[in-house]
């Protein structure tokens, strides 16, 4: 469309075009509706996810430090593992809130570098080793040559913890957690696969999202605010991969992520 440009006696000197882009506003509105979605969830965690263990915590000392004489050493002994796994998971997700929280302002540029992840994921099974057999779980790797991928060592090492933790997080005793690296072409595939109680099917399609609803509860009682998933899809994007899950409930899940690979 065309707009009339005036001179100072009012008479039209000129049309100017006026461009309305209708994408852009769509683009800054969606922009908009995202932006409000992250406040309302940074909101939602820090008024029940981060509030409420704290209170499990403060409770269970309280028991523990001002009514001694009302425990067995048996019962002492479990208030205080439940005050350290409660403790564990809210670290965790403090470390997940700080690191999205940093992701939304300051725009993170991801330093891609020439990684083995075979190497990488040895590495982060070993970490993970203590608590997968305090908890009874076994973890496997099936890659053992090396695979090339371009990745931020920081960010891949978020994803992989977030997504080995989230996979222990819904497995029983007893069961596995697997991780495979497959070469794709131009890609890498990392897969991360667990023997769980796998995913409600209408909670899926919000795994991933700010605004979606996939708050659960971990088979030995740990809290999940959903905000580790939300990392993991946003620092995989990041990377220039994509992030995906297949699950059957009671039967287990499998995360899916690519990286682009290297020579």
């Given at each position: ?9 009012g008479?039209?000197?000129s ?48 028991v ?30 403090v ?6 929280s940093?992701a ?8 891609l ?15 993970q ?23 931020d060592?920081?960010?891949?090492r978020i ?5 080995i933790?989230n ?15 497959k ?15 796998g995913?409600?099917?209408h ?29 993991c899809?946003e620092?995989?994007?990041l990377?220039?991969g ?7 409930h009671g039967?287990?899940?499998t ?9």
């Amino acid at each position: 469309t065309y707009a009339p440009e005036f001179n100072d006696a009012g008479e039209v000197v000129s049309l100017v075009h006026v461009s309305k882009d209708i994408t852009e506003r769509a683009k800054m509105e969606s922009e908009l509706r995202e932006a409000n979605a992250a406040k309302d969830k940074l909101f939602s965690v820090i008024a029940h996810d981060v509030r409420d263990p704290l209170h499990t915590i403060i409770n269970v000392l309280n028991v523990v430090n001002h009514a001694p004489e009302a425990l067995s050493d048996a019962k002492r002994a479990e208030y205080l593992r439940e005050a350290e796994r409660t403790t564990r998971g809210l670290n965790e997700m403090v470390e997940n809130l700080l690191y999205w929280s940093r992701a939304q302002t300051e725009h993170i540029t991801p330093e891609l570098r020439r990684l083995d992840a075979t190497k990488f994921f040895q590495a982060e099974l070993a970490r993970q080793q203590t608590k997968a057999e305090r908890n009874g779980l076994r973890l496997n790797l099936s890659a053992s040559d090396p695979v090339y991928v371009k990745a931020d060592p920081q960010l891949l090492r978020i994803v992989a913890r977030n997504l080995i933790g989230n996979a222990m997080k819904f497995t029983p005793s007893g069961g596995a957690v697997s991780v495979a690296i497959k070469p794709r072409g131009e890609f890498a595939r990392v897969e991360v696969a667990d023997t769980g109680v796998g995913v409600p099917p209408h909670i899926i399609d919000a795994l991933f999202r700010i605004d979606g609803q996939a708050k659960r509860v971990g088979v030995r009682g740990e809290q999940s605010g959903g905000m580790g998933l939300v990392l993991c899809r946003e620092f995989v994007e990041l990377m220039g991969g994509t992030i995906d899950v297949e699950s059957a409930h009671g039967k287990g899940s499998t995360f899916s992520f690519t990286l682009r690979a290297a020579e």
